[in-house]
């Protein structure tokens, strides 16, 4: 793999033979293995602070070497969680708290893919990370959390003013429509609590959020749009499929039972 002694000393948190090694004139402390991982990266990704701080302790180690991936150190501390290495990173003046890999991620996009509540604290902290930054496929921070039902990272980004909650991305999907298609009731809830964010807002196909809930059968994510006052019970989409007709068409008889309690719901109405 091409890792050096000092690579598989830091990787396994050994910080007395890291210091012995680095002693040394002829230890390059950034030398990578064949994945491009460079000691600090391995120590970082595995959470082992003494080590981390014994490698920033010199001049000539770079906190924000990245490997083949385009991950730095700063990206594998936030995915895996580790507070304590990500503070002692985000301690540096020279580190890039908000350098996206070959795929777009940042280390804040990490936090939050592993639901590391306290990472995402630290870095949206950062006046130097952009928490609307979206990745390569062009989706932002909210729209992966609402649909991945991380509801603590929709609940700290939808506390910030600089937040669009109801931003579509290049298929006119919405964070309640991510969250609403998965089933992910309390995420659905935090995002009707806002006032700018339209229920009834469709997809590129003119489907909305209660159409795929319907579609899919999520009871309680129906229920939730059925409660609100603005929400079109009957909208249907190009095709003329209404959230009742994919319901039935589907057998998910307790959301036609839903549905059909709606005065404003057509039951005779086909679809194409």
């Known amino acids: 793999?091409?890792?050096?002694?000092?690579?598989?000393?830091?990787?396994?948190?050994?910080g007395a033979v890291v210091k012995m090694l680095l002693e040394r004139?002829?230890?390059?402390?950034?030398?990578?293995?064949?994945?491009g991982q460079t000691p600090l990266?391995?120590?970082?990704?595995?959470?082992?602070?003494?080590?981390?701080?014994?490698?920033?302790?010199?001049?000539?180690?770079?906190?924000?070497?990245?490997?083949?991936?385009?991950?730095t150190p700063l990206s594998y501390a936030a995915l895996n969680g580790h507070e304590g290495v990500v503070e002692i990173l985000l301690g540096r003046d020279d580190i890039d708290p908000d350098k996206p890999d070959r795929y777009g991620e940042t280390p804040l996009w990490w936090a939050a893919f592993g639901?590391?509540?306290?990472?995402?604290?630290?870095?949206?902290?950062?006046?130097?990370?952009?928490?609307?930054?979206?990745?390569?496929?062009g989706?932002?921070?909210?729209?992966?959390?609402?649909?991945?039902?991380?509801?603590?990272?929709v609940r700290l980004l939808l506390r910030r003013d600089d937040i669009s909650p109801d931003k579509p991305d290049e298929d006119g999907q919405t964070p309640l429509w991510w969250a609403a298609t998965r089933g992910h009731e309390q995420v659905v809830k935090l995002?009707?609590?806002?006032?700018?964010?339209?229920?009834?807002?469709?997809?590129?196909v003119g489907r909305a959020p209660l159409w795929w809930a319907a579609y899919y059968g999520h009871?309680?994510?129906?229920?939730?749009l059925l409660g609100r006052d603005d929400i079109n019970p009957d909208r249907p989409d190009r095709n003329g499929e209404t959230p009742l007709y994919c319901a039935t068409l589907n057998g998910h008889e307790e959301v036609v039972r839903l549905l059909l309690r709606r005065d404003d719901v057509n039951p005779d109405k086909p679809g194409n």
């Open 139 to 153: 989706h932002t921070l909210l729209r992966s959390a609402a649909s991945n039902g991380h509801e603590e990272v």
């Open 25 to 35: 004139d002829d230890v390059d402390p950034n030398k990578p293995g064949e994945d």
């Open 191 to 204: 995002l009707l609590g806002r006032d700018d964010v339209n229920p009834n807002q469709p997809d590129e």
């Open 219 to 224: 009871e309680e994510v129906v229920k939730t």
């Open 115 to 137: 639901r590391h509540k306290g990472v995402v604290k630290l870095l949206l902290g950062r006046n130097d990370v952009n928490p609307h930054k979206p990745d390569r496929s």
């Open 1 to 14: 793999m091409g890792n050096t002694p000092l690579a598989w000393a830091a990787g396994g948190g050994h």
């Open 41 to 71: 990266l391995l120590a970082a990704c595995d959470g082992y602070e003494e080590v981390v701080k014994i490698l920033l302790g010199r001049d000539d180690v770079n906190p924000n070497k990245s490997d083949n991936h385009g991950q």
